[in-house]
């Protein structure tokens, strides 16, 4: 098998997962990353996979999103299930699918999300009765309405960005390095490390960091975490209101996840009130218990999107780029990394050049 020296630029979701990947595969791997070390930092900075919730909804995106998104989504839960069993220390995963829950009046909103899922061959939201929610989601509160969304996912972000960090195997990791440019087999770094240097691929994975090459922009979401013990919570909830969209996830260590906001800036500054207020009266209104929960921290960090809010791969021979992850970047990257690396491999094979073996 050729051995390739390969230039990574960017530690978030896409970084690690190539790097594990293309690691556990035998190649040489260099990443660069201006964070100053791999651990998240949860002030707004740096990559946006740590402040992200972990949902893998391929069904509920579809509010947002095509029938495309969906079935990169449904490929990539499968794939996350293979990854996940193969980390020595994997995060927590789970497939209870998850619930849309609407209180009374907002049927209509309701009905609005229901009818873009029914227009999708295959994507099913089952009702439920209240006794049938009670029976599944005793800590919940019936709001009037629910469904469930049967296959739907979850990972525990913090955890995955670790465990595939710790376990690709012999990655240099350069942090404090931020890459400049990337031309074919080449990329710049500024600060720690300055000056070009050559591989025989480069991946530009920069995140919203990938500007001016592409027309990126970053979208504000804020979460809170809560520690809740004993909360009882098994699977992700949404709460379908006509002003914003609520979700509540259950982590590991007595924690739920309220998130997110979605507005369309680049403020990086703390939480406003107004976002908590919403975020955890909708929580709470779903689920009552949370009252005497702890808030651990409140967080915010900007997606990467592109103008039409669609992932984006560009691939040459020497230089693979991924971007545009959006609000999906979980649900879709290994799916993405997986499309990426096979279409590169071609490329290779094409240009008669020295061609990656890549396993899973
Ligand atoms: C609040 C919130 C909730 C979310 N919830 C979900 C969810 O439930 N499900 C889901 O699927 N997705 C979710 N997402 C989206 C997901 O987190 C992103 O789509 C995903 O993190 C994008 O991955 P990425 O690797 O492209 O970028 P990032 O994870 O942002 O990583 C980019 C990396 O590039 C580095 N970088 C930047 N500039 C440079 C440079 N010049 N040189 C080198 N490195 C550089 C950064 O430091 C960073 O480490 C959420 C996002 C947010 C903010």
Redesign the pocket.
Known sequence: MPLLDLGI???????RLLAWRLARAGHRVSV????PGPQPRFDGQ????F???????PLAELDNAGPDIATLGWRSISLWRDIVAALPDPPAFGQLGSLLLAHRNDFATAQRVLARLAAVPGATASPLSAQQLADMEPALQPPGHAWLLPGEAQIEPVKAMFSLYHHAPGVQWHWG????TLHDGALQIDGAESGWRRFDTVFD?????GRPTLPLRGVR???VWLHAPGHGLLRPVRLLHPRHRVYLVPRPGDIVLL??TEIESEDRSPMSLRSAVELMAAAHSVMPALAESRILRLD?????ALPDNRPHIDVTPQRVA??G?????????PALVEDALAAWARLRADAALPGPEIER
Not at 9 to 15: P, T, V
Not at 300 to 304: I, V
Not at 325 to 333: E, I, K, Q, T
């Open positions: 630029a960017g530690a978030g979701l896409l970084g660069f990353d201006p964070a740096g990559a946006a996979a402040s992200a919730a972990g949902m893998l909804s390095c931020r890459v400049g994975v920069r995140g919203l960091g979401g804020e979460t998130g997110a915010r960090n900007l997606r990467p991924v971007n992850l959006f609000r999906h970047g979980w649900l879709l990257a």
